[in-house]
């Protein structure tokens, strides 16, 4: 299942090495390819999306269904956006503080909730969602449901200043990576098999001397602390922050982008679906207005026809084929 | 002191009375079986002694510690093994990668060693690895490592049952029903593994219903019913012991005659 | 607080606790016997209230016969949704999830799309006021209370008393067992979701002459809903009827003394049952999904 992970530890053979090489000067090259600054804004929406799914696959990997990953990316948003307006922090500072804030807000709320798991957790992060949105909404000195505005750009670093979208791109892209390397290495360890047994069999993996508790509530802080980096990223990306972006349906999409990927590929998976749900739509763009009744129609057909997500299609096809085939054998060794 | 002491242990369920002022010992290196009609409280007594819930009253002493209160995570630590009556078992992991992910306890390297392929982590993998092919050529399933284990016959994914349990290095192995749901051969198999585990130096208690398996393999019998203790000893002792044979009358026990 | 003012407060809480009622009640239906989470449950909601504006103001049919015949519509277009979508996925609660939020994005555009997005109203069909004691109380509000809880009592009746509803509590326990009962476990399905949602259109028509019917009343709903059932538990009727007023309650005292923060206070309740209750007042608690 993950065996995309393990392409790092095999022996690549030179057609996968080319593959990668490729890809990676595409992605790197990117800002050149994009005509609009509304086409660099979707890729950066974009790699916000697929480091949200990946903290939502996470979490998916202990069993945990959560419905309340845009709180967290709340949580770090308005954090850094007040660390660097109020307190007048480098936004570079504000950045890593702003994700240890979500991470020890994760780790208070996590060591309640995390103890229920099954229907409960998921009703419960859905409240945590549904409070803080109201909360931030409520607070007239984070701006109430208008928000917080004019959100400072990041600090300029030497010579690079964020006015165009193409330094945000690397910055993003950079942050994407960097989760996505810290994710692989703990899928890759020992800690990663302790979630994976958890989620096949909480109860065999007990008598592994695997502590249930400790485990989720380590793949909940670490996934609740990359929704807030990229909640910075995102605050001073877009300069303006409100509680309505934040909202359980938003944590819902996030929720579907992990399942149209498929859920079996912890890293993957998120990136697939958050790619199908970010770009679809702007496909779908020539029929303006009927647009959500597109994606909304092939999210349907998709969650019918691939239950196990874009990245089942190869099984998928590879038993219908194998089932194609052994009829036209049965059909030839008749003869 | 015995390796397992059971002191007046109890169990109530709300209304319902499973396990009522038990005391046993186990001891080093035998092969203790448990049996009763059923509802007698056998499994119940193994999930009170892994750690699943805690018992109303009374004490377990596992090798002179109190195990009671402690979560079933430490208990496994603390080297009680387990395998289960259904087929408890990661479903969709190879036999292989079931028997390593029992070696959770056995790993130490930090996450960044394995990520970067530190010399240290990769000898800690390799032995891990051979150490699973130990046990499943123990255990017979050698040749069908890279079988997913839902494919697997009903007997093999009992034994693969047990070669997790035995991975996690346990002191005391608890077998529940490792005999259900199988026909003569695999029934035969399992025993002569059963043994085959005694031997290499391990404590066993075996819950069972399968009455002439239990009379052939165990060492001492402990029966229960309606979860209190009502014979002990030896297995030609158990067999005549006529408060036994009053609690199995009317039961739909079978004596299931075994391969020989 | 005088009397007057308590009294008011809570026929207030009741109706607006009733409708609430309403509306879970559908959800957890659905929930329980053909195990699908429906996040388009609202726009059936939305649906139940257009169709009856369209039809009592529009097509200038008597407003209670309008009630009924988009209840039927909605009942119908819910059983039309079971059969294409949710039959193929019923029983995984996330691709439930998935598929019904594609449902909601296709409803509310399809309503966005048809009515416009300028809110609609309905004229009341009760008029006057009615006095109990020394408060005087508009009609509307008694009447809500009043079909809310002949359509309850209903409801319990359908579930308790009939052949349908003993197949539904059948199926709810243990659909297997329900199958080989002879139990046609698809059609139960197909019907528990045309009940269920019809309940939230019945809802929807019923509240139309109170509030504004706009294309996104689905979500506010919903979210209301949610906490309906977190308050109740997922699992009984009884969890969704305490659940409702206690959320209608709080909103209608709530609002009163505290203004818009009720919802702040809402969710501490909330917080402090979930705490002590993970699963709600009337649920049990799931051990792993």
């Not at chain 1, 993996?205 to 609740?224: D, E, K, M, P, W």
């Not at chain 1, 303006?240 to 998976?269: A, D, R």
């Not at chain 3, 309940?199 to 009343?217: C, E, V, W």
């Not at chain 3, 305490?242 to 609002?255: E, K, N, Q």
Request: aromatic share 10%.
């Amino acid at each position: 299942m993950e065996k995309w992970l393990r392409i790092y530890s095999m022996k690549l053979c030179t057609k996968e090495v080319t593959l990668f090489i490729v890809l990676g000067i595409i992605i790197l090259l990117l800002p050149l390819l994009m005509k609009s600054p509304y086409q660099m804004h979707l890729i950066i929406m974009l790699c916000i999306n697929i480091v949200l799914a990946m903290s939502f696959a996470m979490l998916f990997s202990t069993g945990l269904i959560t419905i309340g990953a845009a709180a967290f990316w709340a949580i770090g948003a308005y954090a850094s956006a007040l660390l660097v307006m109020n307190l007048n922090l480098s936004f570079w500072l504000a950045l890593p503080l702003a994700s240890i804030i979500t991470g020890v807000i994760a780790f208070m709320l996590g060591s309640i909730i995390v103890r229920a798991p099954g229907v409960a957790f998921v009703v419960q992060t859905m409240v945590i969602n549904m409070i803080i949105v109201q909360a931030l909404g409520q607070m007239e000195f984070l701006g109430g449901w208008g928000g917080i505005l004019d959100i400072p750009r990041p600090n300029p670093i030497g010579s690079i200043k964020f006015v165009s979208k193409t330094n945000y791109y690397y910055l993003i892209l950079f942050l994407l990576l960097l989760t996505v390397v810290v994710f692989y290495a703990l899928y890759s360890s020992r800690i990663g098999r302790a979630w994976r047994s958890i989620r096949l069999n909480p109860r065999l993996a007990q008598t592994l001397g695997i502590n249930l508790f400790r485990y989720r509530l380590l793949a909940f802080i670490v996934a609740s602390m990359s929704a807030g980096l990229v909640g910075s990223f995102y605050a001073h990306y877009f300069g303006t922050i409100e509680p309505n972006t934040f909202s359980v349906f938003k944590s819902i999409y996030i929720q579907i982008y992990g399942i149209l990927g498929g859920l079996n590929f912890y890293l993957m998976g998120p990136t697939i679906g958050a790619l199908i749900m970010t770009l679809v739509p702007e496909f779908l763009r020539i029929g303006k207005e009927i647009e959500p009744i597109l994606t909304g129609g092939i999210l349907i057909l998709l969650v019918i026809f691939l239950p196990g997500g874009i990245l089942s299609l190869p099984e998928r096809m590879g038993s219908l084929a194998a089932a194609f085939l052994s009829r036209i054998k049965k059909k030839v060794s008749l003869h | 002191m015995a390796f397992l002491e059971v002191r007046n242990l109890t169990k109530h369920f709300g209304g319902l009375v499973a396990v009522s002022a038990l005391n046993l010992d186990i001891f080093d290196s035998e092969i203790l079986g448990i049996i009763g009609p059923n509802g007698a409280g056998k499994s119940t007594f193994f999930n009170i002694v892994n750690g699943f819930y805690p018992p109303t009253k009374g004490k377990v002493i596992f090798r002179g510690r109190d195990i009671i209160g402690l979560k079933a995570h430490q208990i496994a630590q603390l080297g009680i093994g387990r395998s289960f009556q259904a087929s408890t078992l990661f479903m969709n992991l190879t036999v292989f990668d079931n028997v390593f992910t029992g070696f959770y306890m056995s790993y130490k390297e930090a996450v960044w060693m394995s990520f970067l392929h530190a010399p240290y982590a990769l000898r800690e993998e390799r032995g891990a690895k051979r150490r699973v092919m130990e046990i499943l050529e123990f255990m017979g399933l050698a040749e069908l490592k890279d079988q997913i284990a839902y494919n697997l016959p009903h007997g093999h994914q009992r034994i693969l049952g047990i070669c997790i349990a035995l991975a996690t290095q346990p002191k005391l192995l608890l077998l529940d029903e490792p005999l259900t749901g199988m026909h003569l051969e695999e029934t035969s198999t399992m025993l002569n593994l059963i043994k085959k585990i005694q031997n290499s130096g391990m404590t066993i208690v075996l819950v069972e219903h399968n009455m002439e398996a239990v009379m052939r393999l165990c060492d001492r019998i402990i029966v229960l019913n309606h979860g209190k203790k009502i014979a002990e000893g030896l297995p030609k002792e158990i067999r005549d012991n006529k408060d036994v044979i009053e609690a199995y009358l009317g039961t739909e026990e079978e004596f299931e005659p075994i391969a020989s | 607080m005088t009397l007057d003012l308590f009294i008011q407060l809570l026929v207030n809480g009741f109706a607006t606790g009733m409708v609430y009622v309403l509306i879970a009640s559908g959800l957890i239906l659905v929930l329980g016997v053909a195990r699908i989470f429906n996040f388009a449950h609202g726009e059936f909601y939305m649906l139940g209230a257009y169709t009856t504006f369209g039809l009592c103001q529009v097509l200038r049919v008597n407003f209670f016969i309008s009630i009924i015949s988009a209840t039927l519509v909605v009942a119908l277009f819910a059983a039309i949704c079971y059969r294409l979508v949710f039959h193929h996925i019923r029983g995984n609660l996330l691709l439930c999830a998935a598929a019904s939020m594609g449902l909601s994005m296709m409803f509310e555009r399809g309503a966005l799309l048809g009515f416009g997005t300028q809110e609609r109203g309905l004229p009341s069909a009760f008029f006057g006021v009615v006095a109990i004691g020394n408060v005087t109380m508009p009609v509307e509000k008694m009447a809500v209370i009043l079909l809310c809880v002949a359509i309850m009592l209903g409801l319990y009746y359908l579930l308790m008393k009939t052949k349908l509803g003993k197949a539904m509590r059948a199926v709810k326990l243990d659909t297997e067992v329900a199958a080989l009962q002879g139990i046609n476990t698809m059609r139960v399905y197909a019907l528990s979701m045309a009940v269920g949602c019809s309940l939230a259109g019945l809802a929807g028509g019923i509240i139309a002459p109170l509030f504004s019917i706009t294309p996104g009343m689905g979500h506010a709903m919903l979210l209301k809903c949610f906490m309906v059932l977190i308050v109740g538990g997922l699992e009984s009727m009884l969890g969704g009827v305490v659940g409702g007023l206690v959320i209608g309650m709080t909103l209608s005292f709530g609002y009163y003394f505290l203004g818009g923060l009720s919802e702040i206070l809402l969710f501490i309740i909330i917080g402090v049952i979930l705490v002590f209750k993970p699963g709600g007042l009337f649920g049990e608690m799931v051990e792993d999904i």
